[in-house]
C-alpha cells in the first residue's frame, strides 16, 4: 500500500493564481480532511470528508474548496491564491469513528510546502 | 470547544536524559488523546494513544497516561535518543467530532550526543 501520497511536494505561486493540491489514499477510508501547518499554530482543519459526495468546513475554510467524487481522491483548491496562504499542507485519512468510538488513528501525507509571492 | 495546550519548545535534551513534555486538553465530551511525531521533512505518525481515563499509552519506549482529574496526557521517555529529534503534537478528538482531530501546537525536541 502506498497509503497517503500527496502531489506536489513543493509549490510556488502569485497572488491571484489557482491551483489544486492532490490527495489520495489506498486504504479505503471513509474519513479524508486537509490540515494547514504553521509556525506556532498547530495543525488547523482547513476542510473534511466522511465519504463520497460529503464534504464539509473545517476551522478555516476561506479561500479553499475541496470535492470528494471517488473514496480514494481528495482535492484541495486554492481558487485565488493570497500570501496568508503560505503554509505546509496535509492530507490525512482514516476509518471513520463515530460516536461512541472508536476515535482511529488518522494516516498522514508527506506535505506539500506552498508558497504564494 | 475542544482545545489542546503544550509546552513550549524547542526542548534540547542530551541523548539518555528524561524527557516531558506536557499536553492538557479541554473537551466538551469525553475526548481520546493521541501523541503524533513528525520526523524532520515528514508527514505526521501516530506515537500513541489513550482512550479512556487512566489508560496508558506505550510506543517506542515513549509512554502518557490519560488524567481525567488532570486534563493532561503528558508525553515521557526515560532516556531519550538522539533518533528522537522531532516536533511531538498532543492531539484529541471526541463524540461530538468523530474522526476530527483538535492539535496542539506541537513541540519541538532536539536530542544532542
Known amino acids: 500500500n502506498a497509503g497517503v501520497t500527496q502531489t506536489p511536494k513543493f509549490q510556488v505561486l502569485k497572488t491571484g493564481q489557482s491551483m489544486t493540491l492532490q490527495c489520495a489514499q489506498d486504504m479505503n477510508h471513509e474519513y479524508m480532511s486537509w490540515y494547514r501547518q504553521d509556525p506556532g499554530m498547530g495543525l488547523r482543519l482547513i476542510h473534511y470528508?466522511?465519504?463520497?459526495?460529503?464534504?464539509d468546513q473545517g476551522e478555516v475554510p476561506n479561500g479553499y474548496n475541496v470535492s470528494r467524487s471517488t473514496t480514494e481522491d481528495f482535492p484541495l483548491r486554492l481558487l485565488s491564491a493570497a500570501p496568508s496562504q503560505t503554509s505546509v499542507y496535509f492530507c490525512?485519512?482514516?476509518?471513520?469513528?463515530?460516536?461512541?468510538?472508536?476515535?482511529?488513528?488518522?494516516?498522514f501525507g508527506p506535505g506539500t510546502r506552498l508558497t504564494v509571492l | 470547544g475542544n482545545s489542546v495546550t503544550q509546552m513550549e519548545g524547542p526542548v534540547t535534551l542530551s541523548e539518555e536524559a528524561f524527557l516531558t513534555i506536557n499536553c492538557t486538553y479541554t473537551a466538551t465530551g469525553y475526548p481520546s488523546l493521541f501523541w503524533y511525531v513528525q520526523y524532520p521533512g515528514e508527514g505526521l505518525q501516530l506515537l500513541l494513544k489513550a482512550t479512556k481515563a487512566d489508560d496508558k499509552g506505550s510506543n517506542k519506549g515513549f509512554e502518557a497516561t490519560y488524567r481525567k482529574e488532570t486534563t493532561s496526557f503528558h508525553l515521557e521517555k526515560g532516556s531519550v535518543q538522539v533518533s528522537d529529534s522531532a516536533v511531538y503534537f498532543c492531539?484529541?478528538?471526541?463524540?461530538?467530532?468523530?474522526?476530527?482531530?483538535?492539535f496542539g501546537t506541537g513541540t519541538r525536541l532536539q536530542v544532542t550526543l
Open positions: 492531539a484529541l478528538s471526541d463524540r461530538s467530532t468523530a474522526s476530527k482531530l483538535t
Open positions: 470528508s466522511v465519504g463520497a459526495g460529503i464534504t
Open positions: 490525512a485519512s482514516s476509518t471513520l469513528g463515530g460516536a461512541g468510538g472508536p476515535y482511529n488513528e488518522q494516516f
